[in-house]
């Protein structure tokens, strides 16, 4: 199993990024994914998750109308568009994928995963978002 992110960089304030996550050794369409974050000091987040058959996209509230998630399940891959990055953005983004045949909300709820992210069957390594301001 194997999950590799890419895209991540440095950009200033207002940029755009588009992270990706390709995916191997599993059933990917059976699989919900979250993306996840974490800055320096700080506990893991998650950021936002998509269900299996893209039926339903969640977002955490300060990400809400700048991210975007997306899959292509014949590719293996889930996307995260980011687009009007602040500072606070900074942080090393994960995805992840656990076998989930509902909504994926609780992965951004909060208090939904204690800690968030509790349970996810697969993860990436990673991939390092710096927003400058």
């Known amino acids: 199993v194997q999950l590799v992110e890419s895209g991540g960089g440095s950009v200033q304030a207002g940029g755009s990024l588009r992270l990706a996550c390709l995916t191997s050794?599993?059933?990917?369409?059976?699989?919900?994914v979250g993306w996840f974050r974490q800055a320096p000091g700080n506990e893991r987040e998650a950021v936002s998750c998509?269900?299996?058959?893209?039926?339903?996209?969640y977002y955490r509230d300060s990400v809400k109308g700048r991210f975007t998630i997306s899959r292509d399940n014949a590719k293996n891959m889930v996307y995260l568009q980011m687009n009007n990055l602040k500072p606070e953005d900074t942080a090393v983004y994960y995805c992840?994928?656990?076998?989930?045949?509902?909504?994926?909300?609780?992965?951004?709820?909060?208090?939904?995963?204690?800690?968030?992210?509790?349970?996810?069957?697969?993860w990436g390594k990673g991939t390092l978002v710096t927003v400058s301001s």
């Open positions: 992840a994928a656990e076998m989930n045949f509902g909504p994926c909300s609780d992965y951004v709820a909060v208090g939904g995963r204690d800690p968030p992210g509790f349970g996810m069957d697969y």
């Open positions: 050794g599993f059933s990917f369409d059976r699989y919900a």
């Open positions: 998509i269900s299996r058959g893209s039926h339903g996209a």
